[in-house]
């Protein structure tokens, strides 16, 4: 049974189909989705998001039999989202297809030893795509290997203004251990993958993220990359613990402290007072330092920052709308949530499942896929394009 | 939001001095530098253009970089470029300070302009830049240098030597710069600033010295490495102009003192210092000078190279930062409670206070009051002797009213010329009442200003605490209102009645505007005369208001409202085309050998309003009225400025006559007249008056005499009987107008008189008044 398809009434015809399935065999569950999602002959691109506990060679095998080879990308994911709701452990095929649609697709591999480079080399997939009105270039990468804005600062040297970003980091069931990335047949790991996709209708991209800031800001004063070892020249970990007051195994058990983490980021004011919300990935308590996903630059002003259910509830609503607003009242062909795990940690499973069935009805009857992320990839105003904890939605149009 | 404003950008100015020191070479630092300041400013093109050729960019797809139109960009020449997928850009450029004409560019898609915080952010990014890439350069040229040289250990460690002095430079600023955000104290920051140029500059001596805020001809060190601290201890004084720091805060740049290259009283402040020479920087805030960082070494021709000067204008740029931060958040908690100008209470530190006064109240027997106080016609001060002198007149005031009161009272400045007075503890319930004539006695007193003898009449309002819940501020804004409408320099105790008074002065505007919208205004003429022979010459148009309740209204209920909110321009152009379609139907209907003449009075509003020549010139002509026989009326104390001459000439060249009212009221003098494009001067009814009785008409004499002098017609005004009108021909005057006459009446009542009396109409040349 297919999870729920779109198709376009007017143009050239376009149309977007999401298949599901939660059998714990890797090529069952491959079959049964991509079958699902397969609505017509004519697909043109599978985004394939899957838990990392399947043999993923088997899923992609498996995948690549049924639909005969249609471009793919996809990654391993911290949860799946489908129309029906969230959900672990299985796979979600969101399948584009009609002549409406232009693909291409890149991979780039090694990306931890030059991220800015594995950027750039994605985004050139975008310059072999055919002439459509509306265009986005989607990147899924390994949030683990390293600053993620210098990926998106290489694509951007590459296509500059002209295409907007959109995608998210691949998960591991916050096992925080190894990532995947898919790219037609090949499993990568430490890779970035891209789909350039044109269309002859708009693609929305809305981003929200629904913290607030709590206290007193404070200043940066050592950081590398990565890795921020004083605020306000003190250890940076005491700081920490001192603005939010966690629960005590929080102060030594690093665990405890992930999970405390998760929901209380850091907020690096930016132009119009606005935050880029920035995950506290670990703590060393033996040199006080803190670990993020993306660069915190030392000297900057920062704000710790914290949220509950409604505010990640609102910041859902205000990212589908703002994704749809493009599509100007247009039903859409579907949408594609990219959500951080760090906003599920604060919602709870049951929170999760009412989110996604808030973006369902946002996508009034047009099917949902997507999934838990490491962090979040959108760019269409300025030249800042990774989110953290933030809800990112592609509206296809 | 302005404060955070400010933080914002010294913020992202650190991020950005960390990241471009941290580059290897020249082109990654550039490209760096120009996707930082691009994100930083949310803008999605950013480009560096040096020499005239495109250096980095960021923004358009790799291969399709518009290379000329950013070059365009960066020199100005356009404000705008289309970027794809952006749409169309604001363009924002500053120049980078290299041996090369060079600017950092940006362009942002969507609505907002670039504030002056960003345009002041990017330049300081620029001038970063510029930094960097000269230690870079001198990096590279060394490395060149060494290159040929066989040594390449001693290359090492030169190299390295060169790469941790930039890097402690830049560590140095970037600690400063943090410093600031934090709000450290002032005198740490400017110490650190000494500190670290003496560090970065390895120079001997390193001095900071500020204005004196008591007494800017004076300068006081606030820091310095390596003086002699017994002969120069912090706060030591020096004139302004002495020395290298005192010519680079007097000629504002950046002053260099070498035994070879400058005076001799130079080279003996240097010498007293142990010095041979030195070089200085100014310092600023908020854009002004205020002191100067300077640098000495006791080297015999020491030779300061270009990284040095622009080691030592960096720092002073981080101490002009410093003090700018400082001032402004120190200033920004008072300003939000005082007057700019005055630098007493505002309106919000007021009634704050009041508040307080007000809860203490209920505690204890005195109560509090407030006076509310309202300068009469400053503005005539501002017209006549510019706004700089009305500002000073104004910080005069503010300081005479402190004098009027006692310590524990608040004077506040509410803005323009109003101010308020607040009494605490009133123990006599005439207390408010002396305090405000000891104030208005006060400001009789004539303030000199500028050469200027000016003396300030003021209505004060007064409401003392009865009731618990008494909005006092407004109770004596009420009587204060009161006390103006009373007339000027008075005073007045609140009473409940006020209220209904406004209410009333409301209701009226109110009516006044849908007056002016449904044109309830009617016209009544009143004829001139020629007193020989009773013939009719002109009518003088007065206006009415038909009240839609009250029936018709004469000028005085009405016009002091129409002035006050302006309406009067409104009413004028209505009447002005009424009076002249009338004027025209009776010239068509009784012609006469001159046509009949008709006369207009214009307020100062209508003097100053912009559309008054149009307006006037477009209702002769669309009534196709003969322009002599317009006569616009102005009172003397019109007779003021060059604006108003302008106007009145401007109007005589339309062909209009331009008449004095109610002469000899004001004051006038005979160089106002002379000044003046003026035709006719109408003798005010006070002078006609006394003509009949045995007084010796000598004013009226003075003023027919004085037109005949000038070449003026004169008409007497209130003529009442024919005693008077006997006197006065005999004194020579021709015309006149009064109930002896006619009252104003309306057009279909005149008519009866034109058709009775005859026109001989108004002759505009004044040769006839010449005959005579």
């Known amino acids: ?397 | 939001m302005a404060e955070l404003g400010e933080s914002w950008t010294t913020q992202q100015l650190v991020e950005f001095l960390s990241l471009v020191s941290s580059f290897p070479d020249e082109q990654t630092a550039i490209c760096g530098a120009v996707e930082r300041a691009a994100e930083a400013l949310e803008a999605e093109v950013g480009a560096v253009v040096s020499g005239g050729a495109l250096v980095a960019s960021t923004g358009f797809p790799a291969d399709k970089v518009p290379t000329e139109l950013l070059i365009a960009a960066a020199e100005g020449k356009t404000a705008t470029i289309e970027v794809p997928g952006a749409g169309r850009c604001l363009v924002i450029s500053v120049p980078l300070e290299e041996a090369v004409t060079g600017s950092l560019v940006l362009a942002r898609g969507g609505e907002d302009a670039f504030s002056r915080l960003e345009a002041n952010l990017l330049r300081g990014m620029g001038r970063v830049l510029t930094l960097a890439l000269q230690s870079l350069r001198v990096l590279r040229d060394e490395r060149a240098l060494r290159k040929r040289s066989e040594e390449q250990a001693r290359e090492n460690a030169t190299l390295l030597a060169t790469l941790q002095e930039r890097q402690r430079l830049l560590e140095r600023l970037s600690k400063i710069q943090r410093s600031i955000v934090q709000r450290a104290d002032l005198a740490d920051v400017l110490d650190a600033v000494v500190a670290g140029t003496a560090e970065c500059l390895g120079l001997d001596a390193v001095g900071l010295r500020l204005l004196d805020t008591e007494d800017e001809e004076w300068t006081m060190l606030v820091a310095s490495r390596g003086l002699d601290s017994g002969r120069f201890p912090i706060g030591s004084r020096a004139h302004v102009r002495d020395g290298v720091s005192g010519l680079a805060v007097t000629e504002q740049r950046l002053i260099i003192a070498r035994s070879d290259s400058c005076d001799t009283d130079l080279l003996a402040g240097l010498a007293c210092r142990g010095l041979q020479s030195a070089m200085a920087a100014p310092i600023l805030e908020n854009g002004r000078v205020v002191g100067a960082l300077t640098a000495g070494s006791r080297t015999a021709n020491y030779h300061y190279s270009t990284a040095e000067e622009t080691v030592l204008l960096a720092f002073a740029e981080n101490a002009s930062l410093a003090l700018t931060d400082a001032k402004n958040y120190g200033t920004a908690l008072h300003r939000g409670l005082h007057d700019m100008l005055t630098g007493l209470p505002n309106r919000v530190l007021f009634l704050d206070r009041l508040e307080h006064a007000a809860n203490r109240a209920l505690r204890n027997d005195p109560q509090p009051a407030v006076l509310f106080l309202d300068l009469d016609e400053f503005k005539r001060v501002n017209d006549t002797f510019g706004h700089g002198i009305g500002d000073e007149l104004l910080i005069e005031v503010g300081q005479r009213l402190q004098g009027c009161i006692r310590p524990g009272d608040t004077v506040a400045r509410f803005g323009g010329d109003e101010f308020a007075v607040l009494l605490e503890n009133v123990s006599r319930e005439e207390e408010p009442a002396i305090v405000a004539r000891r104030i208005m006695s006060s400001l009789h007193e004539p303030f000199g200003v500028q050469g200027h003898d000016i003396s300030v009449s003021v209505s004060i309002g007064i409401a003392s605490q009865s009731e618990l819940d008494d909005d006092l501020l407004r109770n004596a804004d009420l009587a204060m209102y009161q006390a103006k409408a009373r007339g000027k320099g008075q005073y007045e105790l609140f009473e409940p009645a006020m209220h209904a008074t406004l209410v009333e002065r409301l209701n009226l505007e109110r009516d006044l505007a849908l007056a002016v919208e449904r044109q309830e205004f009617e016209l009544a003429y009143q004829p001139i005369i020629e007193l020989a022979t009773g013939a009719v010459v002109a009518v003088e148009a007065l206006v009415r208001w038909r009240h839609p309740d009250r029936g018709l209204l004469a000028p005085g209920a009405f016009i002091h409202a129409a002035e006050e909110t302006g309406l009067i321009c409104l009413i004028g152009i209505q009447v002005l085309r009424q009076a002249c379609a009338q004027t025209a139907a009776w010239q068509a209907r009784y012609p006469s050998g001159t046509p009949l003449g008709v006369s207009v009075n214009l307020s100062v509003n209508q003097l100053h309003h912009s559309e008054l020549i149009s307006e006037v010139s477009r209702a002769l002509d669309s009534f196709g009225l003969d322009r002599s026989s317009l006569i616009l009326e102005i009172t003397e104390t019109m007779l003021m400025q060059d604006l108003e001459r302008g106007v009145l000439t401007q109007l005589k060249a339309l062909g209009a006559q331009i008449a004095v009212d109610d002469f000899g009221t004001g004051y006038s003098s005979l160089q106002y007249l002379q000044r003046f494009p003026i035709d006719i001067l109408k003798i005010d009814r006070s002078f006609v008056a006394g003509l009949g009785e045995a007084n010796e008409p000598i004013l009226a004499q003075a003023i027919i005499d004085l037109g005949k002098s000038l070449n003026l017609r004169v008409i007497a005004e209130g003529l009442e009987s024919e005693e008077q009108v006997t006197r006065l021909i005999d004194l020579g005057c021709q015309w006149g107008q009064g109930y002896h006459y006619s009252r104003p009446q309306s057009a279909s009542e005149l008519e009866r008189l034109l058709a009775r009396s005859g026109i001989k109409g108004w002759n505009p040349a004044p040769s006839d008044s010449l005959v005579s």
């Open chain 1, 1 to 397: 049974m297919s999870d729920l398809t779109g198709r376009s009434g007017n143009q050239q015809s376009r149309w977007l189909a999401v298949g599901q399935s939660s059998d714990s065999d890797a090529g069952r569950a491959g079959e049964a989705a991509t079958a699902q999602a397969l609505i017509a002959d004519d697909a043109q691109l599978l985004l394939v998001f899957c838990s990392h506990s399947y043999d993923l060679q088997e899923l992609l095998a498996a995948i690549n039999r049924r639909s005969g080879g249609v471009a793919l990308i996809g990654c391993s994911t911290a949860g799946e989202i489908a129309t029906a709701g969230p959900g672990d452990s299985g796979v979600v095929v969101t399948a584009f297809g009609g002549p409406g649609f232009a693909v291409s697709t890149a991979c780039a591999t090694d990306a931890s030893d030059d991220l800015r480079n594995a950027g750039a080399k994605v985004a050139h997939c975008a310059s072999a795509l055919e002439d459509k009105p509306h265009r986005a270039l989607m990147l899924l990468t390994d949030g683990l290997a390293g600053d993620q804005q210098e990926i998106v600062r290489g694509a951007y040297g590459v296509i500059g203004a002209s295409v907007p970003l959109v995608g998210g980091c691949a998960g591991d069931d916050l096992k925080m251990q190894s990532t995947y990335q898919l790219h037609n047949e090949s499993v990568l790991s430490n890779a970035v993958v891209g789909a350039a996709l044109g269309s002859e209708a708009p693609l929305g991209i809305g981003v929200r993220h629904g913290w607030r800031r709590v206290g007193d800001p404070v200043v940066v004063t050592r950081s590398s990359d990565n890795r921020v070892y004083t605020l306000n020249d003190r250890p940076a970990v005491d700081v920490y613990l001192e603005h939010l007051s966690p629960p005590e195994e929080a102060r030594h058990d690093p665990e405890s402290f992930t999970r405390f983490a998760l929901t209380h980021p850091l907020g690096l004011s930016g132009r119009s007072g606005e935050d880029h919300v920035r995950f506290v990935g670990e703590a060393n308590f033996d040199d006080g330092s803190l670990g993020f996903i993306a660069e915190v630059p030392q000297g900057g002003l920062a704000w710790f920052m914290e949220g509950d259910d409604a505010s990640v509830l609102e910041a859902t609503d205000a990212a589908c709308a703002a994704a749809l607003a493009p599509l100007e009242g247009q039903q859409p062909l579907g949408l594609i949530a990219f959500d951080c795990i760090a906003r599920r940690g604060i919602l709870g499973d049951e929170g999760i499942s009412t989110e996604v069935d808030r973006v369902a009805r946002q996508a009034g009857g047009a099917p949902v896929a997507g999934f838990y992320t490491y962090g979040e990839i959108a760019r269409t105003r300025g030249q800042s394009g990774f989110h953290n904890q933030t809800l990112v939605v592609l509206a296809v149009g």
